[in-house]
């Protein structure tokens, strides 16, 4: 059997085709990210205001600091309540948002770097790339948003 | 020559492959990985257990490639962070990196090294409980030294020599 994810439009179908585990398993992924960044986010948002630091944040959760270090790290193994908890105890609360995947035109920023070569490249191994993008963002954090892109600045260190 | 030209001359030869994201999204942070790597990531695969674990890895790559929010560490110390450098005991070898896909089972380590700021190298595909740091730290130099000669990729002690922005440094 072999087996790869599907282009990107067919995300974007109402069709009777079964999702795989992988299509499902990437998008888990995303998603995952996505909520990760958002809190992330909004945690550093407070910490360069001077309002919280990871020990404030884990004596609101009543937890053990280390604790918050580990959540903060990466969100493998959050719940739901995990998430609602850690937002409430930076003021927050999440807003739900189901966005239909989109498959027109999203981010046009490309890296300097990115492209090197691209037209002596020797053909790839694996997927063509798509033509198609996606805009699925769908949670949300009340309080101050952060910029999608930002020029470089400094460390944003958890030293606290 | 700079770092640059080589990087285009390597993918010019087919030996090295510029990950794409599926869609085509906004790239900050371009990852280079050997074919192999690259083909092993994008598939096809041969069963639906190894697309799955696939299917993390790509998400947590395209996380970095679309700058999202990287968490990293130096040390062994804070654990489940998505960056870690490997070669902590001795910081003055050039700095090799894994990035950490901890959703999948089992788990998969990308090993690699930034040619400059926000552009990463990725060498080693490695299931994590098949690594062995000082082997594979000992590979992935001996692939970069392949790859570029003499150049030497980022070693710093200052985080954002590697990442410039949107990263979270736990100590």
């Not at chain 1, 952060?146 to 470089?152: D, N, V």
Request: aromatic letters at 8%; hydrophobic letters at 35%.
């Amino acid at each position: 059997m072999s087996t790869s994810l599907r282009e990107w439009s067919t995300y974007a179908e109402l069709s009777d085709t079964p999702l795989t585990e992988a299509d499902k398993a990437y998008f888990r992924a995303r998603t995952r990210r996505q909520i990760h960044g958002e809190v992330l986010d909004r945690f550093e948002d407070l910490r360069e205001l001077g309002m919280l630091n990871r020990s404030a944040l884990a004596r609101r959760l009543g937890v053990d600091r280390s604790y918050v270090t580990r959540l903060l790290a990466s969100p493998s193994n959050w719940t739901i309540d995990t998430l609602s908890d850690l937002l409430l105890a930076m003021a927050c609360q999440a807003s739900l948002r189901a966005d239909a995947i989109c498959t027109g035109q999203s981010g046009n920023y490309s890296h300097p770097w990115s492209g090197l070569g691209r037209d002596n490249q020797m053909p790839p191994s694996g997927a063509p790339r798509s033509s198609v993008s996606t805009d699925d963002d769908f949670v949300e954090v009340s309080g101050p948003s952060s910029p999608a892109y930002r020029t470089p600045t400094k460390t944003e260190s958890l030293a606290a | 020559m700079s770092i640059r030209d080589e990087i285009e001359a390597r993918v010019g030869e087919g030996r090295l492959v510029e990950f794409a994201t599926i869609p085509e999204m906004s790239v900050y942070r371009p990852v280079y990985l050997l074919p192999g790597v690259n083909a092993e990531i994008v598939g096809p695969w041969g069963d639906e257990d190894e697309g799955v674990q696939m299917a993390y890895v790509r998400a947590d790559l395209e996380n970095f490639i679309t700058n999202g929010r990287i968490t990293t560490a130096f040390s062994r110390g804070p654990r489940s962070v998505n960056f870690r450098r490997l070669s902590e005991r001795d910081r003055r070898r050039p700095t090799v990196w894994e990035v950490r896909t901890v959703n999948s089972r089992p788990q998969y380590r990308l090993v690699g090294l930034f040619a400059v700021q926000n552009v990463f190298i990725g060498t080693e595909l490695v299931p994590r409980d098949d690594m062995h740091f000082e082997d594979e730290q000992r590979r992935a130099k001996a692939t970069w030294a392949n790859l570029f000669g003499s150049y030497e990729p980022v070693t710093s002690e200052n985080i954002n020599e590697y990442i410039s922005e949107r990263v979270v440094h736990l100590r």
